[in-house]
């Protein structure tokens, strides 16, 4: 099942022309150093390998657990939310 989420992602990744990827989590996500972390990296990597433009949005916030975050989930992710269908 691991590889199937992968793989459906990749094939996602490549008919889509616009994406917006949210990093949720705690110190390890929270970007202190801008150029020089995680995030910035995994962005580079994806417009690299798909050559389209990709948006990452750091949403980490060093100190949070699991039940901080979920209760943050609407504000600092969904909020980021593309629509489904594009405005006609």
């Not at 990296?41 to 750091?58: A, P, W």
Request: glycine share 6%; with cysteine.
């Amino acid at each position: 099942m691991g590889t199937q989420i992968f793989q459906d992602a990749v094939e996602l990744f490549q008919k889509s022309e616009h994406f917006r990827l949210v990093a949720l989590g705690a110190s390890n996500t929270d970007r202190y150093m801008p150029c020089m972390h995680w995030v910035d990296v995994l962005e580079v990597g994806l417009r690299h390998r798909f050559g389209r433009k990709f948006q990452l949005i750091d949403s980490g916030v060093s100190g949070n657990n699991t039940r901080q975050a979920l209760a943050r989930f609407d504000r600092d992710v969904a909020f980021f939310q593309l629509p489904s269908c594009p405005p006609s």
